[in-house]
């Protein structure tokens, strides 16, 4: 497992490596910069440049500068041809800027004002104009800049921390920012270079250590987790004298006329996932096809009542009174959440006004956790009163619309910060978010938070979703907390994406394909 880093927290792990550790701020610098100079000259390696040697570094006047300035000085020593660009205004450099330039001009190399930049044919880029301290939109000069080493698409760009114009937090683009061929960042994973857009123009990362030490991020905090391969060994084992009540039993209550795919998906997920025994619970034109489709499973019928219960406000009590088949439909629902040790409820269940009163009874009659997806979503969002339930037991799972109907927010907010999004309706309801997207965030009420890496294009499908909620249901009843079902499946579900992607290619992808791919 790793960790990524916010602006300030990197900031904050600088000072006490410098301050309190007592390594010195220049051997720092002289690290990193080395290990820009190190993945340039990998660049310089490749078939499209093996004849290369001239190198532009393009730096801005902080520290990040500082690093371009001491990497072009490397790479310079190495006997390949390098011009120094300065952009803004040199005399208020930091401290560490003023003596890179020193050394700089002290060995002879190039150095000229940043607006004399012509890039030319057979180049390298060192984007050393901003780090991940940015929080301003970029403009002027540095904008201009960074448009025209963009507009040579031709040309490989090598960021130094980040590339310039991403925010290191957010991911966001800050008015404009630099296509990185390759971003070396230091000590720690920052988050935006894991969240989109700045993913996208990250290209591929590197992760250098400069020395750094782990005390240090452990004093100051970090912003999110991110899983690895080893990881999966932390999965429930199965012990050789384990049976299918070993592995737990979980119920999924799911799926409407027309609708059984989702409920068939989430199970076969589920059951691929390690479940002892999984039970759907769905209306009863889906009975022949489910079992069908999946003997495995035990199907019993939700029989919705003729009348249905009035989304205006009716209580239960004064329901069963008018209408006597709701009783039955109650006990029923009740004696399966009774059965199971989880539950994964709202893949499929349409929109009808009884599934708010599902939602209702399924929440409140169970201690078990539960996963809430899709239209168990949306009737939260219809009846947010629902969330009182959420303390201790469930797992939501909203994409962006989701999330956008359950919080009031814009898709473009939400999207702006996804890991503060996923925090702060984690801690206001006290259940586990996972927000889906290209990069998937995992919170939990406490704030802790982890960042998905795995996955691809291929899993932009119908049925995706369905798989996931099966996944974590699955993980649930084998005895995994809320927080580590949640993130794990989603890693694992991302990992399976990219099997199949591998198997079918990344258009042909079907989400009963990506179940089938859930083999660790």
């Known amino acids: ?164 114009g991403i925010h290191g937090d957010t991911g966001a683009v800050m008015g404009t920012a630099s296509q990185a061929t390759v971003t070396v960042t230091f000590g720690y994973m920052k988050s935006g270079l894991l969240l989109y857009p700045g993913r996208d123009y990250a290209g591929k990362v590197l992760v250098k250590d400069i020395g750094f030490f782990d005390s240090s991020r452990e004093r100051t905090g970090w912003d999110a987790a991110v899983l690895e391969w080893g990881d999966v060994d932390r999965l429930p084992k199965r012990p050789p004298d384990s049976n299918k009540g070993t592995f737990g039993k979980l119920l999924v209550i799911a799926g409407s006329i027309g609708m059984s795919g989702a409920a068939y998906l989430s199970a076969l997920a589920a059951y691929r996932m390690g479940a002892g025994l999984v039970r759907i619970l769905t209306v009863p034109e889906n009975r022949t096809v489910l079992q069908t489709l999946l003997p495995e499973a035990i199907v019993d019928v939700l029989e919705i009542p003729r009348k249905p219960f009035d989304r205006e406000g009716r209580h239960e009590e004064e329901t069963l009174q008018c209408y006597p088949e709701w009783e039955t439909f109650c006990q029923a629902v009740k004696e399966c959440c009774a059965w199971s040790n989880g539950i994964v409820i709202g893949p499929g269940l349409g929109q009808a006004p009884y599934v708010e009163k599902l939602m209702e009874m399924v929440l409140a009659s169970t201690e078990v956790p539960v996963v809430v997806d899709a239209d168990g979503l949306n009737a939260v969002a219809r009846t947010p009163w629902l969330t009182k339930y959420f303390s201790e037991r469930v797992i939501v799972t909203p994409h962006m619309g989701e999330m956008a109907r359950l919080t009031g927010q814009s898709i473009a907010a939400l999207k702006a910060d996804r890991l503060q999004a996923a925090r702060e309706y984690a801690v206001r309801t006290g259940a586990v978010c996972v927000l889906k997207d290209a990069s998937t965030v995992t919170a939990d009420p406490k704030g802790l938070t982890w960042i998905n890496t795995s996955g691809s294009s291929a899993m932009a499908k119908g049925g995706s979703g369905d798989v996931l909620s099966g996944v974590i249901g699955g993980l649930l009843v084998q005895g995994m907390s809320r927080v580590e079902a949640a993130a794990w499946g989603v890693y694992l579900h991302g990992l399976a994406g990219e099997k199949a992607a591998k198997k079918q290619g990344e258009r042909a992808v079907m989400a009963q394909e990506l179940a089938e791919a859930l083999a660790f």
């Open 1 to 164: 497992m790793k960790y990524t880093v916010t602006g300030k927290q990197m900031k904050a792990i600088d000072q006490d490596t410098i301050q309190r550790i007592g390594v010195p701020s220049i051997v720092l610098m002289e690290r990193a910069a080395l290990a820009v100079a190190d993945a340039t000259e990998e660049l310089l390696k490749t078939e499209k440049n093996k004849n290369l040697v001239r190198i532009a570094a393009v730096c801005g006047t902080g520290n990040n500068g500082a690093d371009g300035i001491a990497a072009g000085r490397i790479l310079w020593g190495r006997g390949y041809e390098v011009t120094i660009f300065l952009a803004g205004n040199f005399e208020h450099g930091t401290e560490e800027y003023q003596l890179q330039k020193r050394i700089a001009k002290q060995v002879g190399i190039s150095m000229r004002p940043a607006t004399d930049l012509e890039l030319c044919d057979g180049e390298i880029v060192l984007d050393a104009l901003f780090g991940i301290g940015l929080g301003r939109e970029i403009e002027g000069e540095y904008r201009q800049l960074i448009e025209k080493i963009n507009q040579r698409q031709d040309i490989d760009v090598v960021a130094v921390d980040i590339p310039s």
